[in-house]
């Protein structure tokens, strides 16, 4: 199978172009700029502004690819103008691709479409048929891509992503993200501030890895392949462990795991603050057969056990991973 990765520089796009190589798929990746160090990751690498249009001809591909659009703006405070362009615009494009390539998108949405009323306390699963309600010009712009893909006539899979755990945020510059700044903490000792409610309660999100996201979106592709039967439709599936962890439960498994502490700040703020963002996992078991497993802890057990090893050999040895 080709595998056409928009996005591939991204946090997610590195990590799925490495599983498909890792299985045999032949990887084609889409970038905007240059990336000297995905030599290794992709067969081929297409330099284009998604946002203004693609120029290749991808009809070469027809009948063996399928695209699997990550190319987004997920910045936090990200402006309005920026998300249209990069996460609507994108995606008007990755459905061209795909039409030309064999009909078949795996699209990476967020959890952000859900953000509304509906998610604040107590704790309750959000399946694929709740409201999308979303409060972030982030959430509103894939709710807008989703509704584009529904109607492009495609075999696509839309894949609703909760949280993201991944060794590569660590390295990745600052972007408003809870677990750069609890890595930032172990190393500084600054203070971190979370958010709690009216009763004092933190807010709550379902973790998942990196790599059981794109393991789940492979799987994604190759249900679309096999899926002559049901092509010309969209389908949407929760990506997440159906786990709650509080913010708070999140700090202190890192500060577990690394063996220190830092000073947590607990700031209240408006009861209705979209405090519970947790995913119903049946679509998830019945279309895949598998939900991954909460692995929180064991995510801080890593970054603890790299920045011991960098500690000990030295930042400036090569050998250091």
Not at 8 to 32: C, D, N, P
Not at 159 to 178: D, H, K, Y
């Amino acid at each position: 199978m080709t595998t056409v990765i928009t996005g591939i520089g991204g946090l997610l796009g590195r990590e799925l172009a490495s599983q498909a190589r890792r299985i045999g798929h032949r990887v084609i990746g889409v970038a905007r700029r240059p990336h000297p160090d995905l030599a290794g990751l992709a067969d081929q690498l297409v330099i284009e502004d998604l946002a203004i249009g693609t120029r290749q001809d991808w009809r070469v591909l027809a009948g063996e690819a399928v695209v699997f659009h990550l190319a987004a703006d997920t910045q936090i405070y990200g402006s309005g103008e920026g998300f249209q362009r990069d996460n609507v615009r994108t995606t008007i494009s990755a459905c061209d691709i795909a039409r030309q390539t064999g009909g078949r998108l795996v699209f990476f949405s967020s959890s952000a479409v859900y953000s509304g009323p509906g998610t604040i306390h107590p704790v309750t699963a959000l399946s694929e048929h709740a409201a999308t309600q979303p409060a972030s010009t982030y959430g509103r712009s894939k709710k807008a891509a989703e509704a584009f893909i529904a109607q492009a006539g495609l075999s696509a899979m839309v894949l609703r992503i909760f949280g993201v755990l991944s060794e590569r945020l660590i390295t990745q510059p600052a972007r408003g993200n809870l677990v750069q700044a609890i890595a930032r903490s172990l190393d500084t000792g600054e203070e971190v501030t979370l958010g709690i409610d009216a009763a004092g309660r933190s807010a709550v999100r379902d973790y998942v890895m990196d790599e059981d996201v794109c393991s789940l979106a492979l799987r994604a592709g190759e249900i679309l392949v096999g899926g002559e039967a049901v092509s010309h439709r969209t389908r949407i599936v929760n990506i997440c462990t159906g786990i709650p962890t509080s913010t708070l439960e999140l700090a202190d498994a890192a500060q577990t795991a690394a063996g220190r502490t830092f000073p947590l700040r607990l700031e209240k703020r408006r009861s209705n603050e979209n405090g519970v963002m947790l995913g119903d996992t049946a679509t998830l078991q019945s279309m895949f057969g598998y939900v991954p497993p909460s692995r929180v802890h064991e995510f801080w057990e890593r970054v603890a056990a790299r920045a011991l090893v960098r500690a000990l050999c030295g930042a400036e040895n090569r050998l250091c991973p």
